[in-house]
């Protein structure tokens, strides 16, 4: 039997959780009614210029980094995207957003965004986001 993480790893999605979300989203607007890594934004990490390829687009301009874990670096590049693109609106979809963040810490991955101004949710892109009204999308080189 194939597990739903390798079934969506074969057809291009890098976990089940993608998969999940990208079939929601291909049932509300249709396969080419939202972008599957199809935006690269720069951002720059100490010394070297970088891009990050979100996981989704949405038609209204929310952008949806699904996550199982949700590493150090993860959270890391989030930080550094948000201080260079503040008028981006990245939202996440946690698989546990109760997950703690390592073995040792209390904070989850839900009090991490809450913290730090990102909006989550849990499996699947909640109704409301999907709703939302359309944002003007302005991508270009860091500051």
């Known amino acids: ?14 976990s089940g959780l993608e998969e999940k979300i990208a079939a ?27 891009k990050y390829t979100p996981d989704f ?12 874990r949700f590493l150090t670096a993860d959270r890391q590049k989030h930080l550094l995207i948000k201080e260079q693109h503040p008028h981006l609106d990245i939202r996440f979809v946690f698989s546990n957003p109760r997950a703690r963040i390592s073995k040792r810490s209390k904070t ?16 699947v892109i909640p109704d409301a986001w999907l709703h939302e009204p359309a944002k003007e999308i302005i991508y270009g080189n860091p500051q």
């Open 57 to 68: 687009i949405l038609p209204n301009g929310i952008i949806i980094e699904s996550k199982g």
């Open 1 to 14: 039997m194939t597990s739903n993480a390798a079934i969506g790893i074969r057809h291009g999605f890098r």
């Open 24 to 50: 929601t989203l291909e049932a509300l607007f249709g396969p080419s009614g939202f972008g599957y890594e199809s935006l690269k934004i720069p951002f720059i990490k100490p010394q070297r210029t970088h």
């Open 108 to 123: 989850t991955y839900a009090d991490w965004c809450e913290k730090h101004g990102f909006l989550y949710a849990h499996e």
